[in-house]
C-alpha cells in the first residue's frame, strides 16, 4: 500500500481547521456604493488623524478617575465629563457590562494608575437593552452569533428583575411600568447589577473599596438633556 504524502495530511488538517466561513463567501457582494463608503470613512479618519496631531496634549499624568460605560457612539465618557485625553481610564462595552478582561482592565487601572473614583454609567434609551427586552419577551430559537447570546445573557438578569418586581407590584397596587418607563427601570437595574458584579467578581477592587482606595459610583446618562444623574445604590 502507497503511503500518504506528508504535505496531503498537512493540506487537510488545514482545511479541517478552516472556518466554514473563510472557505467561501456568504451571500452576494457588497455594493459599489459600501466600497465608496468605506474608502470615504477612512479618508476622514486620515484627516482627523492629521488634525489631532496639530493640537496634541502634550500633558503627562496618570489618570484618577475610570469609567465603565456603554459603547454607544452617543454617550463618549471624556465628552459627558467635559476631560482632556489621559484623564479618564475608559472600558466600553454594549450595555455596560463587564467581564474578566474589563475587570483586569480596572484592576490594572486601580493598581497602576492609582486611580480614586470608579463610575459606571449606563444611559437613557440603551439600544442593547431594548434588545433584551425584546429578546426576553420573545425569546429566539437560533443565534446568528455565540458572542450576541453570551451578551445578551449578562443583561437579561436586568430584564428578569425587573419584571419580577413589576409582577409583585401589580399584585399590589394593580399597575405595572410599559413602554419608556419599563426600559429605563431595566436600565436602572442593569448598571447597578454591573456595580454589584464589579464588586463580586473581582476581590482586588472590593478590597481597595473596603479600605477607602477607591470609591465605586453609579450614574445614568440622560440623552435628551446631557445631564449625568447619580444613582444610589
Known amino acids: 500500500m502507497r503511503p500518504t504524502n506528508p504535505k496531503w495530511i498537512l493540506l487537510a488538517v488545514v482545511l479541517l481547521a478552516t472556518p466554514l466561513w473563510a472557505r467561501e463567501r456568504t451571500g452576494e457582494l457588497a455594493p459599489p456604493e459600501v466600497k465608496k463608503e468605506q474608502d ?6 486620515e484627516t482627523g488623524n492629521k488634525h489631532h496631531m496639530n493640537n496634541v496634549s502634550r500633558k503627562t499624568g496618570l489618570a484618577r478617575i ?39 482592565s480596572l484592576e490594572y487601572g486601580a ?21 433584551a427586552i425584546e429578546e426576553h419577551n420573545h425569546p429566539r430559537t ?57 464588586r463580586e467578581q473581582s476581590p482586588l477592587l472590593w478590597n481597595l473599596e473596603n479600605n477607602d482606595m477607591i470609591k465605586i459610583v ?3 446618562y440622560h440623552l435628551d438633556t446631557g445631564k449625568v444623574e447619580w444613582l444610589k445604590q
Open 218 to 220: 453609579a450614574c445614568i
Open 111 to 131: 493598581e497602576h494608575l492609582n486611580a480614586r473614583v470608579l463610575v459606571i454609567m449606563g444611559h437613557t434609551n440603551c439600544s442593547a437593552l431594548k434588545e
Open 40 to 45: 470615504a470613512i477612512m479618508k476622514a479618519l
Open 142 to 198: 437560533e443565534w446568528r452569533s455565540l458572542n450576541q447570546r453570551a451578551l445578551n445573557q449578562q443583561l437579561e438578569p436586568a430584564v428578569a428583575e425587573v419584571e419580577e418586581d413589576q409582577r409583585i407590584a401589580r399584585a399590589r397596587t394593580g399597575k405595572m411600568l410599559e413602554g419608556e418607563a419599563f426600559l429605563d427601570a431595566v436600565v436602572r437595574t442593569n448598571i447597578l447589577s454591573t456595580m454589584h458584579a464589579i
Open 66 to 104: 475610570m469609567v465603565v460605560s456603554c459603547a454607544d457612539s452617543r454617550v463618549p465618557p471624556e465628552v459627558v465629563f467635559h476631560m482632556q485625553p489621559g484623564e479618564l481610564f475608559t472600558t466600553r462595552a454594549f450595555g455596560n457590562i463587564v467581564d474578566k478582561e474589563l475587570l483586569a
